[in-house]
């Protein structure tokens, strides 16, 4: 940078003033600075920079999956909200695996994040890890919570199934729940509320008969599982609410290759219903009926809690559930 600020011919503080925010110093001494930047070819090292301050302009963010469509549409809106506000984000992934996490959490201690968003494992997480991360730095769970403790923001699973259960007993036979794979607390509370919504519906609660797993590849799990069950007897009824639309996704293609036709209709075999409104299940075959998460919104939402708790500690108890809502489509 002192070299750099020689070259261009102004101090360092005023050469750093323009690398912090261009708009802040004058138009003539930008295009001076610009000019050289581009004979040079110089660029600071803003992991340096950052490290150098006593708080820095990095966000964490840790996702259990990068390929899933949900997290990489989290990930890109939270990287483009970050850099607006002029923080870097660094994405990271656990990759479904407790020793990844553990290693994405050390990264971002080290990197001395100002502070982090994180979706958790759930059951495998590293605890004791991240409680110890979150009285150093703000910390804002999303998707899946660790626990019952600090600030979260994720779908208000209660609602959400309710409303693609009680849609489904109103148009048609009650579904049968087909889970997902045990990964995050999400499988366990969108479980639970299928169970609380059949039972306001005076309805026994219906299950697929899987076989227990731990596997992030929902698709290829739940396929596989729904082409075992098909050839074993079948499920208990023809409808069937998949506890998410990566899970549906491999139910349907199980059945198209049974030779099933599902869909709304008398000559249909089955129908079949997601959760989450993912970017795919529009072009499914048919098209998927599901539950939107808004997950943008829950990115902005996290976000501003960040920041939020990054100017103010005792921000750091919030808890935000978001409605889901009903997208009507030709599988159910």
């Given at each position: 940078?002192?070299?750099?600020?020689?070259?261009?011919?102004?101090?360092?503080?005023?050469?750093?003033?323009?690398?912090?925010?261009?708009?802040?110093?004058?138009?003539?001494?930008?295009?001076?600075?610009?000019?050289?930047?581009?004979?040079?070819?110089?660029?600071?090292?803003?992991?340096?920079?950052?490290?150098?301050?006593?708080?820095?302009?990095?966000?964490g963010?840790?996702?259990?999956?990068?390929?899933?469509?949900?997290?990489a549409?989290?990930?890109?809106?939270?990287?483009?909200?970050?850099?607006?506000?002029?923080?870097?984000?660094?994405?990271?992934?656990?990759?479904?695996r407790?020793?990844?996490?553990?290693?994405?959490?050390?990264?971002?201690?080290?990197?001395?994040?100002?502070?982090?968003?994180?979706?958790?494992?759930?059951?495998?997480?590293?605890?004791?890890?991240?409680?110890?991360?979150?009285?150093?730095?703000?910390?804002?769970?999303?998707?899946?919570?660790?626990?019952?403790?600090?600030?979260?923001?994720?779908?208000?699973?209660?609602?959400?199934?309710?409303?693609?259960?009680?849609?489904?007993?109103?148009?048609?036979e009650?579904?049968?729940?087909?889970?997902?794979?045990?990964?995050?607390?999400?499988?366990?509370?969108?479980?639970?509320?299928?169970?609380?919504?059949?039972?306001?519906?005076?309805?026994?609660?219906?299950?697929?008969?899987?076989?227990?797993?731990?596997?992030?590849?929902?698709?290829?799990?739940s396929?596989?599982?729904?082409?075992?069950?098909l050839?074993?007897?079948?499920?208990?009824?023809?409808?069937?609410?998949?506890?998410?639309?990566?899970?549906?996704?491999?139910?349907?293609?199980?059945?198209?290759?049974?030779g099933?036709?599902?869909?709304?209709?008398?000559?249909?075999?089955?129908?079949?219903?997601?959760?989450?409104?993912?970017?795919?299940?529009?072009?499914?075959?048919?098209?998927?009926?599901?539950?939107?998460?808004?997950?943008?919104?829950?990115?902005?939402?996290?976000?501003?809690?960040?920041?939020?708790?990054?100017?103010?500690?005792?921000?750091?108890?919030?808890?935000?559930?978001?409605?889901?809502?009903?997208?009507?489509?030709?599988?159910?």
């Open positions: 940078m002192e070299e750099f600020a020689r070259a261009v011919g102004l101090s360092r503080p005023t050469v750093s003033k323009f690398f912090q925010d261009p708009a802040s110093v004058r138009p003539k001494t930008r295009a001076r600075i610009e000019t050289v930047l581009k004979q040079s070819g110089f660029r600071p090292n803003i992991f340096a920079v950052n490290l150098n301050r006593r708080r820095t302009k990095i966000i963010l840790i996702v259990p999956d990068p390929s899933d469509p949900f997290y549409t989290l990930a890109q809106l939270i990287e483009t909200e970050a850099t607006a506000a002029g923080y870097l984000a660094l994405v990271l992934s656990s990759n479904g407790p020793d990844f996490e553990a290693r994405a959490i050390e990264t971002i201690t080290a990197l001395n994040v100002a502070g982090a968003i994180i979706a958790p494992l759930g059951e495998t997480s590293q605890h004791a890890r991240l409680k110890a991360l979150a009285r150093d730095v703000p910390l804002i769970f999303i998707d899946s919570p660790l626990d019952n403790e600090g600030p979260f923001v994720g779908t208000n699973n209660q609602q959400s199934i309710a409303l693609i259960t009680e849609y489904l007993c109103r148009s048609g009650p579904p049968t729940y087909f889970d997902t794979p045990k990964t995050n607390n999400n499988q366990i509370d969108r479980r639970n509320a299928y169970i609380a919504a059949m039972e306001r519906l005076d309805l026994e609660p219906r299950f697929a008969d899987q076989v227990p797993s731990s596997d992030w590849n929902f698709e290829r799990a396929f596989d599982e729904a082409a075992r069950i050839r074993g007897g079948g499920f208990p009824t023809r409808t069937l609410l998949c506890a998410n639309d990566r899970v549906a996704f491999g139910v349907l293609a199980a059945m198209y290759q049974a099933m036709k599902v869909g709304f209709g008398q000559d249909c075999d089955f129908r079949v219903a997601g959760h989450d409104n993912q970017r795919l299940s529009a072009y499914t075959c048919p098209p998927l009926t599901t539950v939107s998460q808004n997950c943008d919104e829950m990115g902005r939402v996290a976000l501003r809690m960040l920041f939020d708790c990054m100017d103010d500690p005792a921000e750091r108890k919030e808890r935000i559930l978001l409605d889901g809502a009903l997208v009507l489509r030709k599988s159910a």
